[in-house]
C-alpha cells in the first residue's frame, strides 16, 4: 500500500448504529486529518493530530468521535448519525515541521475518502 | 476568519485552450496556498504548493501564482485536454488549518 488509504470506500448505515472509519498513512508523516465534504459546500476541517496533539472544529457535533493512535492511523467513530451527515469523508497527513511551523506548513497528501449514505 | 473564493465556479472550453482559475482569500497570514485536482467521487489529488515567500511554482503545463498581499492566486492551465477535466480546488494554510474553496468544476470538450 502507497499514500494514503481510507476503509470502508462505502458505508451506509442507520441513525441508530455505531460505525468507524479507518485512514491510514504510509509516508512517514507525523499529523493527521479528517474532512466532511458535502454537496456543494468547501471542505471542511473536522479534526487535526499532530505530534500528539489534537486540534479540533468547533462546530464538529460530538456524535463524531476522532482516535489516532499512532502516527500512521486514524480512525473516526460514528454513533447516532443524522441524514445531513451524509458526505464524503476524507483523510489527509502532513509532516508537522514541529520548531519551523505547524501542520499547515507541509503539503497534505489525501486518501480516496469514504462515502457515508445515513438513512 | 479565513474564507477562500474561487472564480469561475464552472468553466467550459473546448481543447487546446489556455487557461486561467482564480482564487482569493482573506487573510494574507497564510502559510501556503495549494491547489488540488477533485475527480467525481474521489479525493483529492496535489497539483501545487506556493509557500508564502514564493511568487510561483510550476508543474508541466501547470502554473499558479501567489500574491499574499492581495489575496490572490490563479492557476494557469496550458493548452488544456479533455483528461484536465476535473473540479479544482484552492486552500489557504494556517498553523493546523487549511482552508478550501468551492472549487472550479472545469469541462474540457474534444
Known amino acids: 500500500e502507497t499514500g494514503v488509504t481510507q476503509t470502508p470506500r462505502h458505508l451506509v448505515m442507520g441513525m441508530t448504529n455505531k460505525k468507524s472509519l479507518k485512514c491510514e498513512q504510509h509516508l512517514g508523516h507525523n499529523a493527521m486529518y479528517w474532512y466532511k465534504q458535502s454537496a456543494k459546500k468547501p471542505l471542511e476541517l473536522m479534526f487535526v493530530?499532530?505530534?500528539?496533539?489534537?486540534?479540533e472544529n468547533n462546530s464538529v457535533p460530538s456524535r463524531f468521535s476522532p482516535e489516532c493512535p499512532n502516527s500512521s492511523h486514524l480512525f473516526l467513530h460514528l454513533h447516532t448519525l443524522q441524514p445531513e451527515d451524509s458526505a464524503l469523508y476524507l483523510c489527509a497527513s502532513s509532516q508537522d515541521p514541529s520548531l519551523a511551523g505547524g501542520p499547515g506548513w507541509n503539503e497534505q497528501f489525501f486518501g480516496p475518502g469514504t462515502r457515508l449514505t445515513v438513512l | 476568519k479565513q474564507e477562500v473564493t474561487q472564480i469561475p465556479a464552472a468553466l467550459s472550453v473546448p481543447e487546446g485552450e489556455n487557461l486561467v482559475l482564480n482564487c482569493s482569500f482573506t487573510d494574507s497570514a497564510i502559510y501556503n496556498l495549494q491547489w488540488f485536482r477533485q475527480d467525481p467521487g474521489k479525493g483529492l489529488t496535489s497539483l501545487l504548493l506556493?509557500?508564502?515567500?514564493?511568487r510561483e511554482q510550476t508543474s508541466g503545463r501547470l502554473n499558479a501564482s501567489l500574491d499574499k498581499s492581495s489575496g490572490r492566486s490563479t492557476l494557469y492551465i496550458a493548452a488544456s485536454q479533455p483528461g484536465d477535466s476535473a473540479t479544482y480546488l484552492c486552500?489557504?494554510?494556517?498553523?493546523?488549518?487549511?482552508?478550501f474553496g468551492k472549487g472550479t468544476m472545469l469541462l474540457v470538450s474534444p
Open positions: 493530530y499532530s505530534l500528539e496533539e489534537r486540534v
Open positions: 506556493i509557500q508564502s515567500s514564493q
Open positions: 486552500a489557504a494554510s494556517g498553523y493546523s488549518t487549511l482552508t
